[in-house]
């Protein structure tokens, strides 16, 4: 694909080309040409509209408003005013009054405008419509329109004949079909405008999108203009969608308003629509030009903000990494170190920023920010706590992340530690989320701390009867804490003797390990190694306790340690010379009797 440059001389020839983007551009002239003819058509018809409404404006000028009047609206459009209270109505009920007189004359097309005239009474001046009255003016009247009842009762009769004239001139049947038909037509035109719009759209997506793919080609992939154009392409998508949609809703809105216009008892509300719709865009004009000061303030203080948060970066990494000390501060302190003074950052940008910020001086602006804080006040007490206790755990180093630790009665590795919870890995793989509020008022027991340095105590008791030697209970003892895997042969296990007991002795053997976190392996194992060294010696294990008198039971040693010609041991009884005495005339007594027996 090769890039086309159009240019559109008096001369050009007529191009018959199967190009894309010579296609592409006929296509974008066609459709801006129509769209250019009926936006003209429309803007035609919206400024005869307006040239009209002037017109009545100027026929029909609006009476000045008081402080307490109410106006009298035809069409939506107020006319006149009236100020006074007379008897028991208001000045709103005459005003209704009022308009409904003159909408009723003006639908009686028998009424001549030119019978609508004044006369003056003792203490008011009627405007009359033949002898039907249409309203009074007194001098309460006269007062609050700042004139004379004689010079305000002529304005009111000559607007009342322009206001009527005006309602016979827009209410009849043609004025009604033509604003139908305008209506029809602003309604095409609306739809072909927005369909045109889209059509507008995918087309110049679709050239977009080609011109990207075309730029990031194999051989130009690695080109500066490559890498701009992926760049820049989401920044220009999005502004292409806000400009389509803006322009979409500018089209709808004056399609609104010419609709409007085109009927007689919309037509005032179309003025004030677009009145007010401009006023407000002017005004919001205004306030962007006047605070472009304040947003030079904020994006510097924006600027030095981001600024600092790099340097703070930058500074607290370099501590992190060791390439700067300072006495006393620990490395693992910097990554939370750099968050807190980020926040504390932050904090000072916005109390610094916030009079700047368009609105910070109205009251619901402060109602609301008042209003958050007390909500994050109240209900942030526990976490406010907690946050607190996370910061302290930081500073005391109590753990680490990747220590294998004891928090109460859980023991695990530690996975997370935020500023809120403490998360531990247990040996069964369960995640367990513990407040730092809780870590901080409860005993926490490092096992890795030490088990980096010197190796960590394992620890376990057995209780051997008196019978069996103590030295050769300690030799069994170390023999198998070395026969474990993960216990360290240096430094060497040891056995202390804990208590001597009613019928046992507790002994405690001790052994070092590097790997705490395979804690429930190694008490597995050492305890079997146990079991077999005493077993291969010979040596009964009896916990709790046993009798000292034993019947003829078979030793407690499983009979895999025992040799085949094992019997099980009786009780040992020693006769004193008494005792065999008595038991030789016993059983001569017995002879005596059984020969007897026998004869």
């Known amino acids: 694909m090769t890039d086309t440059t159009f240019c559109f001389p008096a001369s050009v020839p007529r191009r018959t080309t199967t190009d894309p983007h010579f296609n592409f551009l006929r296509t974008i002239q066609r459709l801006t040409t129509i769209l250019g003819f009926v936006w003209i058509l429309l803007s035609a018809a919206a400024f005869c509209q307006v040239q009209q409404g002037k017109d009545l404006h100027q026929e029909a000028p609006d009476a000045e408003v008081g402080n307490n009047g109410e106006p009298v609206e035809i069409d939506g459009r107020p006319v006149l005013m009236v100020y006074a209270r007379i008897g028991g109505f208001t000045a709103k009920e005459r005003a209704e009054a009022i308009q409904h007189r003159i909408v009723s004359i003006s639908k009686t097309r028998t009424i001549p405008i030119e019978s609508i005239h004044s006369e003056s009474r003792a203490t008011w001046t009627e405007i009359l419509a033949g002898n039907e009255r249409i309203m009074g003016i007194t001098d309460a009247d006269a007062q609050g329109a700042e004139r004379d009842r004689t010079q305000l009762a002529a304005e009111y009769t000559e607007i009342i004949r322009q206001v009527v004239k005006r309602y016979r001139d827009d209410h009849t049947i043609r004025r009604l079909l033509w604003g139908v038909v305008y209506a029809v037509v602003a309604t095409a035109a609306c739809g072909l405008l927005i369909f045109g719009l889209f059509l507008i759209r995918k087309k110049l997506r679709q050239w977009f999108e080609g011109r990207l793919l075309h730029s990031e080609t194999k051989d130009s992939a690695h080109t500066l203009g490559a890498h701009i154009g992926q760049y820049l392409r989401p920044v220009l998508i999005v502004f292409g969608r806000i400009a389509f949609w ?293 040596v009964e294990i009896n916990s709790p306790h046993y009798a000292s008198l034993r019947d003829g039971n078979e030793t407690t040693i499983p009979q895999t340690y025992l040799p085949k010609d094992y019997r099980p041991p009786a009780f040992g009884i020693r006769q004193t010379q008494a005792c065999a005495a008595d038991d030789g005339r016993r059983s001569e007594a017995d002879e005596q009797v059984a020969t007897r027996s026998s004869l």
């Open 246 to 538: 803006i322009i979409v809703l500018a089209m709808l809105q004056a399609y609104g308003t010419v609709v409007l216009r085109f009927f007689p008892a919309t037509k005032y509300t179309s003025y004030q629509v677009t009145s007010w719709l401009f006023s407000e865009l002017g005004g919001f004009g205004r306030t962007v030009v006047g605070y472009i000061p304040n947003l030079i303030l904020l994006a510097f203080i924006c600027l030095v903000t981001a600024y600092l948060i790099k340097v703070n970066e930058y500074f607290f990494g370099e501590l992190r990494d060791e390439k700067l000390s300072i006495r006393g501060f620990y490395p693992d302190w910097a990554e939370p170190t750099a968050k807190l003074v980020r926040v504390l950052i932050l904090a000072a940008s916005v109390i610094v920023a916030f009079p700047y910020l368009p609105g910070s001086e109205s009251p619901a602006f402060k109602g609301i920010s008042v209003f958050l804080g007390v909500l994050l006040s109240l209900g942030s007490t526990s976490a406010v706590a907690h946050a607190v206790a996370g910061t302290i755990l930081t500073y005391m180093r109590a753990f680490q992340l990747g220590d294998f630790v004891r928090i109460g009665t859980d023991v695990g590795e530690v996975s997370e530690k935020t500023l809120l919870v403490t998360r531990v890995r247990t040996q069964k793989n369960e995640v367990i989320t513990i407040p730092n509020g809780t870590v901080l008022g409860g005993v926490v027991v490092n096992y890795s701390a030490e088990a980096r340095k010197r190796g960590v105590i394992f620890h376990t008791t057995v209780t051997i009867g008196y019978n069996a030697p103590w030295r050769q209970v300690h030799e069994l003892l170390i023999s198998a804490a070395l026969a474990t895997e993960d216990i360290l042969h240096e430094p060497s296990p040891f056995v202390l003797q804990t208590a001597l007991n009613d019928f046992y002795v507790s002994y405690e053997l001790n052994a070092f390990t590097e790997r705490p976190t395979n804690m429930q392996n190694i008490y597995s194992v050492l305890h079997q190694n146990i079991q077999d060294r005493f077993n291969e010696a010979g």
